[in-house]
């Protein structure tokens, strides 16, 4: 049989639609940030998060007033998490090793790995307490060595939340705003007058919050686009319907626009599934929201083998792909577009989440097909640097480098060879001429 779907959701063309509502209010937003700085911002918090306060930024005192009101156990659940991320983070450091090697007789080449210089951190919070995103970035950032981390998050209920700001406190920020949405993506990106701008933008956030990181690509630089949450589960007859459910509704709740795509090769589990997450939804505290996004953008794919379950997940590149079948790791071997694998029922994608250690800000929008997801090395940037150590070197090289310029027509290329082949190599080259093979040659 060919695929089926047995459930689709919103048609591409509403969503492109979406996406062309969202693209104009962020670009005439920003201008105006850029335009009116401070006043567009104060402006923007009070009308989105009704708040207002006589600075954004908060102090030392108020942080650690904030801290005081989290509980002791809550405490010891965030460090807990935080050192879980912490530490992977580490390990991927460590797995980033600056080189230098002699390729070639007297020819050094050699890489840097250098923190960016300072990052903007959005941590959302408008809906839910986003007390994870945290640890995903600035402590990330912290562990890459990144000499500036701010970092912004939106009031929750008219004040800052203490679990979130403790968690960016601990995570190494220097500056703390509260701050949310388009105004607090354009405020550390674009600067105002009490904002320094940064280099580089990281978190996820909502539609809004990426299609302004979007724009300002280029500007700054961006950790990757993190839009609404996606999941996709992947599933054969080895679990049953309720942990189906259960793993596509987790990642429903987050949002209006939250996809969540069932794949499976077995009608029975696809048809008990959409009857179990009806069920789920009519006792899920969070079924509003969960509701409306699984209406709008769930999805139940029926296939007739694993390579086809495989094919089409490749194609949706999904930012979570939960696999549960009798062939997780082929799954593993496999699957090449995506933002990050949960293999197996034990573990689940609200691990990944909050606690057990990867990162869990991910590609969404199929930017799985060219990058993977916000980590230590997102932070680092990897220079080059060269050196000839010696004359003959210097000649040698330079006479190649002189005769292809003038292959490719660059004369002013060539001339910086040709001068070190005069003073290094003590050659006659004419100008804007190409220097002469001599039969010897750099010898490897």
């Known amino acids: 049989m060919a695929v089926e779907y047995l459930k689709s959701g919103k048609p591409e063309v509403e969503r492109r639609e979406d996406d062309i509502k969202i693209r104009n209010v962020v670009e005439e937003t920003l201008k105006d940030i850029e335009s009116r700085g ?7 918090s009070e009308k989105f998060d009704s708040y207002s306060p006589p600075s ?40 980033m090793q600056d080189i ?27 809906k839910f307490p986003m007390v994870a995103s945290a ?19 939106p009031a929750f209920k008219g004040e800052p939340n203490p679990a979130v700001i ?30 320094a701008p940064v280099h580089m933008l990281v978190g ?68 008990k599934t959409l009857n179990e997450i009806d069920r789920l939804l009519s006792i899920l505290p969070t079924a509003d929201t969960a509701r409306v996004s699984w209406d709008d953008y769930g999805e139940v794919i029926l296939c007739d083998s694993y390579e086809e379950m495989l094919s ?4 949706i590149a999904s930012e979570h792909v939960q696999v549960m079948t009798d062939r997780d790791d082929w799954f593993l071997e496999n699957m090449t577009c995506y933002g990050a694998l949960f293999l197996g029922p034990r573990t689940n994608v609200s691990n990944g989440d909050k606690v057990i250690g990867t990162n869990h800000t991910l590609p969404t ?7 993977g997801g916000l980590w230590v090395g997102k932070f680092i940037k990897t220079h080059s640097y060269q050196r000839i150590i010696t004359d003959e070197a210097a000649a040698d090289i330079g006479a190649y480098c002189s005769r292809l310029c003038l292959l490719e027509g660059f004369v002013g290329h060539a001339e910086q060879a040709n001068l070190r082949v005069r003073r290094y190599g003590g050659l006659d080259v004419g100008y804007g001429q190409a220097a002469e093979r001599h039969g010897k040659g750099i010898k490897e």
């Open 100 to 126: 230098e090697v002699e390729t070639l007789p007297g020819v050094v080449l050699g890489h840097k790995n250098i923190p960016v210089q300072s990052v903007g951190c959005y941590i959302p919070g408008g």
């Open 38 to 44: 401070d006043t567009a911002v104060r402006e923007l």
């Open 312 to 315: 089409i997940a490749n194609e």
């Open 204 to 271: 996820p956030g909502n539609a809004f919050v990426a299609e302004a990181k979007r724009q300002l690509f280029g500007r700054v630089g961006i950790d990757l686009l993190a839009g609404p949450t996606e999941t996709m589960v992947i599933a054969d007859e080895t679990v049953d319907a309720e942990m189906c459910a259960t793993d596509l509704l987790g990642q429903a709740e987050h949002g209006y626009n939250s996809p969540a795509v069932f794949i499976t090769n077995s009608r029975q589990l696809a048809e």
């Open 365 to 371: 929008k199929k930017a799985g097909r060219y990058t």
């Open 135 to 153: 640890h995903m970035s600035v402590a990330t950032a912290s562990v890459a060595g990144v000499p500036r981390i701010i970092a912004c998050t």
């Open 166 to 195: 403790t968690a960016i406190h601990l995570g190494g920020a220097h500056e703390i705003y509260v701050l949310g949405g388009i105004q607090a993506i354009g405020a550390m990106a674009i600067g105002t007058e009490t904002i």
């Open 56 to 95: 954004f930024r908060l102090s030392l005192p108020e942080i650690e007033a904030l801290m005081k009101k989290v509980s002791p156990g809550d405490m010891e659940d965030i460090k807990f998490a935080q050192g879980q991320i912490q530490n992977f983070a580490r390990l991927q450091r460590d797995s």
